[in-house]
């Protein structure tokens, strides 16, 4: 059997090497976009998450909760909770995306009806304050009247 010609000319590698990418780039469309690999998340930390959601809606009420709903709480409770999970065989996704997503829009949206509610309370009470003042300006009895009518 013949040796194979070893020696390659310059033509010959530059056709060799644009064969190869030729070859890369087929394959490449053939095999089509990889996916991005999927977010591996601890299952002690997805049930953390329950008591962590929870803990950030009772805190806009009571906010002295906020000692008790502690990361380091949270995260004990999402290990303890892990293990009871998979004793019993339960999922370890922790809260239900929908749930967790009502939890967090609460977070932002009772502290700001909150805030805007105090607002709307202290303007109204300003343009009281200054009527008053008006009529107190204007006679001393429509003063007493608004005064007696607040």
Known sequence: MPEANTTETPEIAAILNSARDIDSAANAVISGPQPEPAEVIDPAEAWA??????GKLLCIAAPELADVYTEKACKQWGKDMHRVAVKRGWSTDGLPPEVAAAISTGGFLLPSFFVIRA??????????DRAQAEAAAASPEAAAAAAVSA
């Open 49 to 54: 998450d329950i008591p962590r959601q929870v």
């Open 119 to 128: 607002k709307v309370s202290a303007a109204r009470k300003a343009r009281q």
